[in-house]
């Protein structure tokens, strides 16, 4: 099956809804039983497995579950509030006091925070690592190592891990879980589980949402590594609200639509921007001349519409980036992507192990965009009277 036609069919169950297609919004907290002996059988059963409590899953839950699973090539899926949620808490889940982990430097910030803050206070040892390591990863493993983290590609200046590499590094020590934040390509083209990675995380809102209306994380895994996240997720109460996840799963079906107009979109802007005199440099996997181009034509699927470009140092002034961004048209200014509109905004790089800046990303002030579902000449219409504006 075609993931085109996975996502369109996924986890419908119109037989347990009256005939309903999309499942309907489930709000619940008590569920009842009609008898003692089904309410002591309730006690059985396992989170997630059957609608037991309204923040242990209800139907809708399942269904959504059920899709981004099967979508994933993953065993089973948990759902969280918001995609930080879905990075933080599997951390929680597979390391304790006394544990070391290693995080990709290129991660997201929110994610760097995390384990410079709570994971400290946790007496967990955090090591941030080059995300162009690859294999030489080993070096940095310890015994008490029970965690690597990716993300590929990175969130500001997009490096492309080899994720096979490092997989195969983890796999000569018997206790390391590797995790992978897979938002950037959605579960559309990049597929973590396929690859060996042993837990999947989607930022929902993005991508997978697809509209900018909602926040929801999710997480998927093997079977081998279900129990631990599994068990962490009861725990911590851990669930997806009733209105996002309907609103999730009613986005899912159309991320196979929207996908490769995003990707056509995306690469369209990217090799514009490389041609115009002001940028001096455009960070796009799929771009033949981008760090990682390699890794990316061999593991991934295709690309999504978020990058990267860095203006020239005489063009990076505070006054000039207000003339390119105040006045655009069609690109908006804010903090998340993933939905059917544009954005772009300025962006600084945070780094520990100082890989930046690399020779394919010269001195200059960086942009991060993502290209939504407008007709991409309108948008290179905007940003061309936008440079114009600032050039003048």
Known sequence: MKDATRVTHAGLHPHANHGVVNPPVYHASTILSP????????????????????????????????????????????????????????LLCYLSAGDHLLMVDSCYGPTRRFCRKMLVRMGIETTFYDPLIGAGIAALMKPNTRVIFTESPGSLIFEVQDIPAIVAEARNHQDITVMCDNTWASPFYFKPLAHGVDVSIQAVTKYIGGHSDLVMGAVTTTEAAYPKLREGWKELGLHGSPDDTYLALRGLR???????????????????????????????PALPDAQGHEIWKRDFLGSSSLFGYILKPEFSSEQQLGLLHDDLEFFGMGASWGGFESLMKPVKIPNTVGY????????????????????????????EAGFARMAH
């Not at 369209?268 to 960070?283: C, D, T």
């Not at 690399?358 to 290179?380: A, F, M, S």
């Open 35 to 90: 008898t003692l002996r089904d309410m002591r059988d309730l006690d059985k059963v396992e989170d997630a497995d059957d609608t037991t409590y309204g923040v242990h899953g209800t139907p809708g839950t399942f269904a959504f579950e059920q899709a981004v699973a099967e979508l994933e090539g993953g065993f089973r899926t948990r759902l969280a509030s918001t995609g930080l949620l879905a990075c933080t808490a599997p």
């Open 254 to 284: 159309t991320l196979g639509a929207r996908m490769p107009l995003h990707m056509a979109n995306g690469l369209k802007i990217a090799q514009w921007l490389a041609a115009r005199p002001e940028v001096s440099a455009v960070l796009h």
């Open 356 to 383: 930046w800046p690399r020779p394919e990303t010269p001195d200059g002030q960086l942009i991060r965009i993502h290209v939504g579902l407008e007709d991409p000449d309108d948008l290179i219409a905007d940003l």
